[in-house]
C-alpha cells in the first residue's frame, strides 16, 4: 500500500481491480435451437460464433434458423396456443410467469455475468438494472393475466395468438422480458429472436423456461441473423409482431406486413434532448447527463444524447461535465468499478467512429476524456461535441455510442423548438427547481418518456415508447398488454 504523502498520491490514484469471477457460470460450446421444449439441432446444419466484444474472445457457437426451422418454430407456437395455452385459465398461466421471474432472481448472478461478458455492458449495469428489472417485468405481469377482464372492463379483451417477437443487443435478457412476459399474461405464444451479437442470455432464458415447466412450444427461442428476423414477420402464422432495433429495419418490417393482419409494434432509435435550465440543481444534473449517455456506452435508444444548456450557466455545467469525465473508468465489463464497457461490435465501434470524425469535419468541437482504453477489445473513450448545430449530422442522426453533442440555449421556446426539431422522439430529460416549468416542457416535448430531474428510470408499471420515427406502441405497464389484445 503507497503511502499519502506525496501528491502522485491523489493525482493518479486507481482502483484495484475488482473483477466479478467467471466460475459459477455454465456455457455449452454449443448451442441449438429451444424449438417446443426442447433444444433441437437446427435443419440448416449452420452454426456461427459468438464472441466476447471486451477480448475478442469465442465465448459459444449457436444455430443459425433458416426458414424450415422458423417454421417448425411457428409451427409448435401455434399448436400449443390452440391446445394448451389459450384454454388455460388466466390464473394457471399467472403461476407459470410468476415461477420464471422467481428462477430469474435465483440465477440473476449468472444472468448477470453473462450479460456483461456477451454483451460488454458493465456489471454494475447488468447485476442493478438489467437482471432485476427483466425479472420485476415477469412478476408484473404475472400479475396482470388473471385481471385483464378487470384492466378493460367490458371490452372482452381476447388473445392474438403467436407473437413474433425480435429484439436487439443492447438490453439482450431486458428485451426479452419487455416481450415475452406480456405476450404470455395475455395467453398468447411466443417466437423470440435475440440478435446476433447477443444471443447467450437468451439462449439461458431457454433452459430456464424449460426448467419452469412452461408447456413445450409456449416459447421457442431461435437464433439467427436479419434473414431469420425477416422469416418470423413474413410466416403466415404469425398473428402479432414485435420489434425493436434499427428505424431501418423498422420500416421494411411494416412494409412486409402491409395488407396482412398482422398487429405490429415498433420501438426504434431515438435522439434524446435532454435539457438543462438554470435553476437546475447543476451537480445532480451532471450526473444524469453522465447516466443518460455514457453509461452503458451510450449503447441506449432513449440515450440522453443531444445536450441543451441554457447559455447563463453553460460554463459552468460543462466545465463540471469535463470533470466527471476524467473520472468515468473505462475497460473491463467485469470489473465493478467499470462505469464504460466494451462496445457490443467491431461495426457498431466503426460506426461510432466515423461519426465522431464527422463531428469534426461538421466544425463542432470534440474532448475527450485523456483515459486510456483497453488495447484489445472494442472501446471508445467518452466524447462530448461542443459548438454542435441543428444542422450537424452528429446532431440530426443516431449514433448509439458514448458521444454527447451539446448545444446551449436562451429561452424555453427556443429549446422547445429545438429539442422537436428531429426525427425521432422517444425520451427526453428536463433538469429545473420549477415545476411549473417541468409541467410546460413535459406537455410540449414530442417524447414518449419525458423524465424529469432523473434520467433512464425504469419501471415494470411504466409504458415505455415512441413518436414519429422512434416507432409505435407501448411495452411496460397496463399500456402494454393492449398490442397482444383485440376487442
Ligand atoms: P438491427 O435493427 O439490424 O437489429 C435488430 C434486430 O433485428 C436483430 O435481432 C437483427 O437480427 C434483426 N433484423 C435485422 N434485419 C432484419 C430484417 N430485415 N427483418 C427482421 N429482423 C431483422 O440493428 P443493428 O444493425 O444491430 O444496429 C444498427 C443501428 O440500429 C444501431 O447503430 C443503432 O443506431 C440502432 N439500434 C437501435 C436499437 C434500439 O433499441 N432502438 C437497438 C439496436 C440498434
Ligand atoms: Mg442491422
Same mark, same amino acid.
Given at each position: ?24 457460470i455454465?456455457l ?19 452454426y456461427?460464433?459468438? *464472441? ?47 415461477? *420464471?421471474?422467481?428462477?430469474m432472481?435465483?440465477?440473476?448472478r ?41 384492466? %378493460? ?12 417477437q425480435? *429484439?436487439?443487443?443492447?438490453f439482450?435478457?431486458?428485451?426479452a ?47 439467427? %441473423? ?21 428505424t ?11 395488407g ?10 431515438g ?20 447516466n ?8 441506449v ?15 459552468i ?34 460506426? *461510432? ?24 477489445g ?5 466524447t ?15 449514433i ?8 446551449t %440555449? ?61 416507432? %409505435? ?15
Amino acid at each position: 500500500m503507497k503511502e499519502a504523502t506525496s501528491n502522485e498520491f491523489f493525482t493518479d490514484w486507481k482502483y484495484a481491480p475488482a473483477p466479478e469471477s467467471t466460475d459459477h457460470i455454465k456455457l455449452n460450446k454449443q448451442y441449438d435451437l429451444f424449438i417446443n421444449g426442447k433444444f433441437v439441432k437446427p435443419t440448416s446444419k449452420k452454426y456461427f460464433d459468438t *464472441i466476447n466484444p471486451a477480448t475478442e474472445q469465442k465465448l459459444a457457437e449457436v444455430a443459425e434458423a433458416n426458414e424450415k426451422d422458423v417454421d417448425l418454430a411457428v409451427t409448435s407456437a401455434k399448436n400449443a396456443y390452440d391446445k394448451v395455452w389459450k384454454k388455460m385459465p388466466a390464473k394457471e398461466r399467472s403461476k407459470y410467469i410468476f415461477r *420464471i421471474a422467481r428462477l430469474m432472481q435465483e440465477r440473476a448472478r449468472e444472468f448477470a455475468v453473462i450479460e456483461s461478458m456477451n454483451g460488454g455492458k458493465p456489471i454494475r449495469e447488468s447485476r442493478d438494472v438489467d437482471t432485476p428489472l427483466a425479472a420485476n417485468h415477469f412478476f408484473y405481469y404475472a400479475g396482470w393475466a388473471d385481471k385483464l377482464d378487470y384492466a %378493460f372492463p367490458n371490452k372482452k379483451p381476447q388473445s392474438l395468438g403467436v407473437a413474433g417477437q425480435i *429484439i436487439p443487443w443492447n438490453f439482450p435478457l431486458l428485451m426479452a422480458a419487455w416481450k415475452i412476459a406480456p405476450a404470455l399474461a395475455t395467453g398468447n405464444t411466443v417466437v423470440l429472436k435475440p440478435a446476433e451479437t447477443t444471443p447467450l442470455t437468451a439462449l439461458k432464458l431457454a433452459e430456464l423456461i424449460r426448467d419452469s415447466g412452461l408447456p413445450d412450444g409456449v416459447v421457442n427461442i431461435i437464433t439467427g %441473423f436479419g434473414k431469420t428476423g425477416a422469416a418470423i414477420v413474413n410466416h403466415p402464422k404469425i398473428n402479432k409482431v414485435a420489434f425493436t432495433g434499427s428505424t431501418d429495419v423498422g420500416k421494411l418490417i411494416q412494409k412486409s406486413i402491409a395488407g396482412t393482419n398482422k398487429k405490429v409494434t415498433l420501438e426504434l432509435g431515438g435522439k434524446a434532448a435532454n435539457i438543462i435550465f438554470d435553476d437546475a440543481p447543476i451537480d445532480q444534473a451532471v450526473e444524469g447527463i453522465i447516466n443518460g449517455i455514457f453509461f452503458n456506452q451510450g449503447h441506449v435508444c432513449c440515450a440522453g444524447s443531444r445536450l441543451f444548456i441554457q447559455e447563463n450557466v453553460a460554463d459552468i455545467v460543462i466545465g463540471k461535465l469535463k470533470q466527471r469525465l476524467e473520472t468515468l473508468i473505462v475497460g473491463d465489463p467485469l470489473d465493478k468499478n467499470t462505469d464504460i464497457g466494451a462496445i457490443n461490435s467491431k461495426e457498431q465501434l466503426t460506426k *461510432i467512429n466515423d461519426f465522431i470524425k464527422i463531428g469534426i469535419d461538421e466544425g463542432a468541437e470534440m474532448y475527450q476524456s485523456s483515459c486510456s482504453i483497453p488495447s484489445k477489445g472494442f472501446f471508445c473513450k467518452p466524447t462530448l461535441f461542443l459548438h454542435t448545430s441543428q444542422s450537424h449530422r452528429i446532431v440530426q442522426e443516431e449514433i448509439f455510442g458514448p458521444v454527447l453533442a451539446i448545444q446551449t %440555449f436562451r429561452t424555453v421556446e427556443e429549446v422547445i423548438e429545438k429539442a422537436n426539431n428531429i426525427p425521432y422522439g422517444l425520451s427526453a430529460g428536463v433538469w429545473t427547481d420549477k415545476g411549473s416549468k417541468i409541467f410546460n416542457l413535459t406537455s410540449k416535448l414530442r417524447a414518449g418518456v419525458v423524465w424529469a430531474n432523473t434520467y433512464n428510470k425504469f419501471d415494470p408499471a411504466s409504458p415505455f415508447g415512441g413518436y414519429k420515427e422512434s416507432g %409505435f406502441g407501448r411495452e411496460g405497464g397496463l399500456h402494454g398488454l393492449m398490442p397482444y389484445l383485440s376487442f
